[in-house]
């Protein structure tokens, strides 16, 4: 099983700042990689896919980047309605497989 | 849009089984471009991808390791939903449980059931 990890597990920043979440996977993805957004009582909301291609509505303050097994998701310019936790996953294999999230809080 | 509706009991006694069904509109569950998965969280597992049914020609299923000899998908072309059955709970399957629209990716998720296995 491939093993996903992320950090920082908390990052904590201003509106109007830059956020840089990384994400590790235990051995090669390719670009096979997938960002969640999730806030409190909702199911996660697709991001990213593909490393790098957003998903349907999702805004241009997002971008995803990496391959192989280090990734990162930006978010240029934080929103009000960016903080939240965001997953990272993996479908290179099976079984499909989450990171442990991290948290990006009002600071 | 793709819309899906979790139905399903909160509450399940050790040792029973649990029943959720996702109904579908807006997508068949026979598409050939579409599976059909069911993702649970817990804060002690995580985000943890149960398993899928998809169809290409027949049906196919796929089950994660974890709950393999425990787990069923099913699809129902007749109410164009898909159900899970976990059998033999323990509390360690206390989870919320979403059905989720996608090939290897999540695109649509349903409302989430949040279901406690207490006696």
């Known amino acids: 099983e491939i093993v996903m990890t992320q950090s920082p597990a908390t990052l904590s920043l201003s509106p109007g700042e830059r956020a840089t979440l990384s994400c590790r996977a235990s051995?090669?993805?390719?670009?096979?990689l997938a960002w969640y957004q999730q806030k409190p009582g909702q199911a996660p909301r697709l991001l990213i896919y593909g490393a790098s291609t957003r998903a349907t509505g999702i805004p241009a303050r997002f971008s995803g980047s990496g391959s192989g097994t280090e990734f990162t998701l930006t978010i240029t310019s934080l929103q009000s309605e960016d903080f939240a936790v965001y997953y990272c996953q993996q479908y290179n294999d099976w079984p499909l497989t989450f990171g442990p999230g991290t948290n990006v809080d009002i600071k | 849009q793709v819309q899906l509706q979790q139905s399903g009991p909160g509450l399940v006694k050790p040792s029973q089984t649990l029943s959720l069904t996702c109904a579908i509109s807006g997508d068949s569950v026979s598409s050939n471009s579409a599976a059909w998965n069911w993702i649970r969280q817990s804060p002690s597992r995580g985000l943890e991808w149960l398993g899928r049914t998809y169809y290409k020609s027949k049906w196919y299923n796929d089950y994660a390791v974890s709950v393999k000899s425990r787990i069923t998908i099913k699809p129902d072309t007749s109410k164009n939903e898909f159900s899970l059955q976990l059998n033999f709970l323990t509390p360690e399957d206390t989870a919320v449980y979403y059905c989720?629209?996608?090939?290897?990716?999540?695109?649509?998720w349903g409302q989430g059931t949040r279901v406690t296995v207490s006696s």
């Open positions: 989720a629209r996608g090939l290897a990716v999540a695109e649509n």
């Open positions: 051995q090669s993805v390719t670009s096979y």
